[in-house]
């Protein structure tokens, strides 16, 4: 069943539409207006073209006056928006099409220029010819020159170029496809069949670019997925899935293609799989393991085929011929087996007990450390899951009566790096240890003096401090000193009641001697400075927040923000102002009189985890994977209200006191987005349409830098409504990083609203006329808008998001904490904190669990600025005995096993039995079927039981995102395929 779903996924989340894609061709054009300089053109045709330009158009800057440019001025009378400043790709359904080169500014003196294409790119048929001659005179196209003759020409500064192409007629009959496997009508195809077709032409050749295999109904099959390769007269398509189709359905199939003279067929075909009620006798039963009440992942053995029992014992295998059969009966991990034989000559039962028995062994070794020889005792050894050990004297450890199990094992000690070994325990073990000293601190002395202006005595009361160390007080030298120092940037502050403070940054690499000299200051030159805080977003009251001036004090301010400093020293001043929960602001000034000074702090969104999820199948432990928060410590949207305020930001030159940004047909908008995490995928964009309007939705990808680069789906025409939100679904896409959403205005005139309370700056207008995108921060008293368009988003563990634009805070990820409880919590005090993580880990195992006992968790993101809410809730329950298999054990039968663990962040183990010698190889698919990674591919591999371990990367050693993969086994023409979830 799970094939028989990802078979339709593949068609409906992949569709782009069946489109029939008729020949097309384009000539770079290269003209050399100098000895140095050489403007790049391109000509061509395209079926896709609409009233004389299409998606392949290049627009160039309009031709300044006296300045030497070029541009293809085109013979498209009825479309005015097209002028002399853009060259086109003509629609293909014209007989002739023109393309004019005409050099701006030309001066007697100037070079010839010299118009240069390649042989390869010009089109297979017609007439192609090129000219010149003075403006206002007819080009002489007896006398014009063959493109295909020459590949360069030259005309006159004062001349201009142009280019005809008279198409020709000749062959009018379309390809036809024949040797179609399976063939048209046939009955039942077995489910793992591949498809083949040959597509041959009798004419001037099939147009490979035009081939389409599609499914009516559900859609077209991606061109990356067709094996296309030459035969005489045209060519073989062959379709080979990793994936089953259904059984027993009706399948119909749709061959497109086009020669190169651009004749278009169809061919259809139907045929039916085979139906799993016709592929002979069924057995099935219950399996029960003794003591348990969880009876999943027995395995039934068949003479070959293996069935796995779900959570209540249920197994069953179909496709059983009249026949005498030898089966086994068997759950890794310490049960015993039952053999039996059974001739079937009907559906039939099978139902069995089987019987716990204890495995168990030694597991020992040592702990060496570095630059130690003597006392190697105090290691620490943990068997996660299990227990731990303590090194003696030698550095020896020992585990008795350790159940034969899949183990991971840490050895540590006090000031040296840990070290993990990964293996499977199955007999009495050795392994060894050697642990690296972790590098002493590097400590450092700072010494010096405090001079004061004046003062020739007593030079003692000065205060020093090393922020983030501490603080001396200066003896009667004026002598101050800071012992054991860590190496690194310090900022120093020396300050003395009645002088001015003064302060030094330094990097600490050595002992060193910092000295300083403070200046006095008069008595008569004393201000006050005063002012408030205030807390943006909803608080009770602004009290609380500390403001301090560096070196000279701090005050708290009262209920209404309000703080004061009397008989401050005037000169030179800092101000610090802070609120727990809010990011801090700092002020720098010359204070020479009394002075008031104002601050506003932003509050600090912090991110929590995402998509924590428990296990609850393992046996001794829960096992928790969640998704890191992303980059993103906020999201801003805006407060989806058309603003109201008096101005003329319209960019039709409108005046309105509705703020909103409009734009003539050909320009477009967009706003840049950011992926929250890897794998998140867009499935629509919202926008606050102001006019009824008709416009071509686009998904670019890009950069900040860069802007929107590459369609990340077909455009479409949608219409907007008046005055409301529009949601406009997309084909899914999966996003990774910035992403782009916005539209091409295909009507008179677009509009979309704008909300400045929440400016998110990442807007960008299109001007057809400029030929490129605009960031509106470049363009005055747009700087702050936020345009009302938003993306629809799904993440991995399926949260639905509406995102606008995104800003970031400068909060520094650290850890994370792990909350537990025997029942749902939501406040800390319902819970304890049973883990700290580091924050490069997002897996934890709980071992400190009760069997058969439900817990529940939540994640917490701790920031440099403080703690996360909460994630979601997940729960779990350990189980006395789980899943792991005692493998060893299993008779030599091609198996493939499920992996471990799954879900897996970052790295998960297979295990598989080859029987015989043979030509093996295990890949990794994603949810199209496509192969990403092959972990083993020879053609003479040894028979025996293999693990590998996998760590997420596909063949180009680039880290997946999280989603569905599967995992193949292909031994002498045999397929095993079993699917698994990355999280990252």
């Not at 479309?79 to 050099?103: A, C, G, Q």
Request: with cysteine.
């Amino acid at each position: 069943m799970l094939k028989r779903v990802v078979f339709f996924q593949l068609f409906i989340l992949l569709v782009v539409g069946i489109s029939i894609c008729f020949g097309q061709w384009e000539i770079p054009i290269g003209v050399q207006v100098d000895s140095i300089s050489t403007i790049d053109l391109t000509l061509g045709e395209s079926p896709f073209a609409d009233e004389g330009y299409d998606s392949f158009d290049v627009i160039h800057p309009p031709c300044p006056p006296f300045a030497l440019d070029a541009y293809f001025k085109l013979d498209d009378p009825d479309n005015p928006l097209i002028d002399k400043l853009y060259y086109d790709i003509k629609n293909s359904s014209e007989d002739t099409n023109y393309w004019r080169i005409e050099i701006c500014g030309g001066i007697p003196e100037t070079p010839y220029p010299n118009a240069v294409w390649l042989f390869a790119d010009l089109p297979t048929s017609g007439d192609l010819l090129i000219g010149s001659a003075y403006p206002g005179l007819e080009i002489d196209w007896s006398s014009a020159t063959d493109m295909r003759t020459v590949e360069t020409f030259n005309f006159l500064p004062a001349q201009y170029a142009l280019i005809r192409y008279v198409k020709t007629g000749g062959d009018e009959i379309p390809p036809y496809a024949i040797n179609w496997v399976p063939a048209n009508g046939a009955t039942d195809v077995p489910v793992d069949t591949d498809i083949d077709v040959d597509v041959l032409d009798a004419g001037v050749g099939v147009d490979d670019g035009t081939i389409e295999l599609s499914v009516p109904g559900l859609g077209t099959v991606p061109s990356y997925l067709l094996d296309i390769t030459p035969i005489a007269g045209g060519y073989h398509v062959h379709y080979g899935s990793v994936l089953d189709l259904p059984y027993g359905t009706a399948l119909t199939l749709v061959l497109a293609a086009a020669d190169l003279n651009t004749n278009y067929m169809e061919d259809t075909i139907t045929f039916t799989t085979v139906d799993a009620d016709t592929l002979g006798f069924t057995l099935s039963g219950y399996i029960y393991l003794e003591g348990e009440t969880n009876h999943a992942n027995s395995m039934v053995n068949v003479s070959g085929s293996i069935a796995v029992t779900d959570s209540i014992g249920y197994f069953e295998i179909t496709g059983l011929d009249e026949d005498e059969y030898d089966i086994r009966v068997e759950h890794l991990g310490g049960y015993t087996h039952v053999d039996t034989t059974m001739y079937i000559v009907s559906d039939t039962t099978l139902t069995c007990t089987l019987l716990r028995e204890a495995t168990y062994g030694l597991l020992g070794g040592i702990v060496e450390l570095e630059g130690v020889e003597d006392d190697l005792s105090g290691s620490i050894v943990q068997i996660l899951g299990y227990g731990l050990d303590t090194t003696g004297t030698f550095g020896y450890f020992l585990f008795e009566d350790l159940p034969f199990d899949a183990y991971t094992v840490i050895a540590s000690h006090e000031g040296f790096y840990p070290d993990t070994i990964n293996f499977i325990f199955s007999t009495d073990t050795t392994i060894s240890f050697y642990l690296n000293a972790v590098p002493a601190e590097t400590l450092y002395d700072i010494t010096g003096n405090v001079y004061l202006e004046g003062v020739t005595t007593d030079l003692s009361g000065s205060i020093v401090m090393l922020d983030g160390f501490g603080a001396d007080t200066t003896d009667v030298a004026g002598i101050y000193t800071f012992m054991d120092v860590p190496s690194g940037h310090w900022l120093m502050i020396a300050s003395h009641d009645g002088y001015y403070p003064d302060t030094v940054e330094f990097d600490l690499t050595d002992d060193a001697i910092i000295d300083f000299n403070l200046e006095l200051i008069a008595v008569d030159t004393l201000s006050d400075v005063a002012g408030t805080v205030l807390l943006d977003g909803p608080v009770e009251h602004y009290g609380g927040s500390i403001v301090e001036i560096v070196g000279m004090g701090a005050d708290t301010t009262d209920l209404t923000g309000a703080y004061l400093f009397e008989d401050v020293r005037n000169g030179p001043i800092t101000m610090i102002a802070s609120h727990e929960g809010f990011y801090s602001d700092t002020v720098s000034l010359t204070l020479a009189s009394d002075t008031t000074v104002d601050f506003m702090l932003e509050p600090i969104i912090l991110a929590p985890p995402i998509g924590l999820i428990a296990s609850d199948t393992l046996e001794e432990r829960i096992v928790l994977n969640w998704l890191n928060p992303g980059v993103q410590t906020e999201i801003a949207y805006d407060d989806g209200t058309i603003d109201t305020v008096i101005g003329d930001v319209n960019m039709d030159g409108t005046d309105d006191t509705i703020w909103y940004m409009a734009v003539p047909e050909g320009d477009g908008m967009m706003v840049e987005f950011d992926a929250i995490s890897d794998g998140d995928v867009l499935i629509g964009i919202k926008l606050f349409s102001m006019i009824t309007s008709i416009v071509e939705m686009h998904v670019w990808n890009g950069s900040s830098a860069s802007g929107p680069v590459d369609d990340m789906i077909p455009p479409f025409e949608t219409n907007l409504s008046l005055g409301a939100w529009d949601i406009i679904e997309v084909a899914p896409v999966e996003l990774s990083g910035t992403f782009f959403c916005g539209m091409i205005a295909m009507s008179e005139v677009t509009a979309v609203g704008i909300d400045t309370d929440v400016p998110d700056e990442r807007a960008w207008y299109y001007s057809s006329m400029m030929g490129m995108f605009f960031n509106l921060t470049l363009i005055e008293d747009l700087a702050t808008v936020d345009l009302m368009i938003r993306a629809l988003v799904v993440s991995p563990d399926g949260t639905l998001r509406e995102i606008a634009g995104k800003a970031t805070t400068e909060a520094e990820l650290l850890s994370y904490e792990v909350w537990r409880s025997d029942e749902f919590f939501v406040e800390s005090t319902e819970a304890e904190m049973v883990a700290t993580v580091p924050s490069d880990v997002t897996t934890w195992t709980d071992t400190s669990v009760t069997f058969d006992m439900w817990y529940y968790y939540r994640i917490a993101a701790v920031y440099d600025m403080g703690t996360s809410e909460f994630s979601n809730f997940d729960s779990g329950m350990a189980l006395t005995s789980g899943i792991d298999e005692d493998w060893k054990s299993l008779p030599m039968q091609l198996t493939l096993f499920e992996n471990y663990p799954n879900p897996f962040n970052p790295t998960t183990i297979f295990k598989y039995i080859i029987p015989e010698r043979g030509k093996v190889k295990f890949s990794i698919h994603n949810i199209l079927g496509n192969e990403i990674s092959v972990l083993v591919n020879e053609d003479n591999y040894p028979a025996g039981r293999y693990e590998i371990i996998w760590d997420g990367m596909d063949s180009n050693g680039s880290q997946l995102p999280s989603g569905v993969y599967f995992y193949k086994l292909q031994y002498n023409g045999k397929n095993l395929i079993k699917d698994m979830i990355l999280i990252k």
